[in-house]
């Protein structure tokens, strides 16, 4: 299968630190969004909503949203719980994630780090958006080592991605301690280097 996905992205690391994780073979195919290569016309073909990251299955099935396709890759795997309970509080974090925390965490950094916006200029309630979610964050990580049943789950391997990289855009970590712990903690578990 082909995943395409831009490497600056949160939302597209995942899903490599995902098929990485359960060992599945795939070709990377490096699509910048910066310069417009999702919404070339032979893009918005595959995907109309021309975003990354976005897969391309070899019998030419397409799926897109992030959490969709790392939910599909680890079907089965140890990174979703089987108890159903505790499956749905993945899935609490999981849209949680695409509602209240990369909004704001991934949105602040996007204009800081590659539209050089000052973190002073950044419209407020993205900054007191993005507190809020890595305080709420902070708090359940002081009683847990991990978001779901004290293990690696996809609700980890999710929220890191933007969370680890929230300082470029003006958030300080040093103010989520719990959370920089768990960076650690999860760039372990999940292999991630990059
Ligand atoms: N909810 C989507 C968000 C995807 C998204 O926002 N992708 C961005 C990169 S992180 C993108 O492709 N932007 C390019 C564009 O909209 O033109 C997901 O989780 O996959």
Not at 23 to 30: A, N
Request: aromatic share 12%; proline share 4%; charged share 25%.
């Amino acid at each position: 299968m082909e995943i395409f996905g831009d490497s600056i992205s949160g939302n597209c690391l995942k899903v490599k630190w995902t098929a990485d994780w359960i060992g599945l073979s795939y070709r990377w195919i490096e699509t910048n969004v910066l310069t417009g290569e999702t919404r070339t016309a032979a893009y918005l073909a595959m995907n109309p909503a021309g975003q990354v990251p976005m897969v391309r299955f070899d019998d030419g099935r397409i799926l897109t949203q992030s959490n969709a396709i790392i939910v599909h890759f680890a079907e089965g795997s140890a990174l979703i719980p089987v108890d159903a309970f505790q499956r749905a509080k993945m899935f609490e974090w999981l849209f949680w994630e695409q509602y209240s925390h990369e909004p704001y965490v991934a949105v602040a950094r996007f204009h800081v780090r590659y539209l050089g916006t000052s973190p002073s200029d950044l419209e407020p309630r993205i900054v007191e958006r993005g507190k809020g979610a890595l305080a709420l964050l902070d708090d359940a990580l002081g009683r847990s080592d991990f978001l779901v049943d004290d293990a690696l789950s996809l609700a980890d391997i999710a929220l890191v991605a933007y969370t680890r990289v929230a300082n470029e855009g003006g958030f300080d970590l040093d103010d989520y301690p719990a959370v920089r712990r768990w960076i650690a903690r999860v760039e372990q578990a999940a292999n991630i280097t990059d």
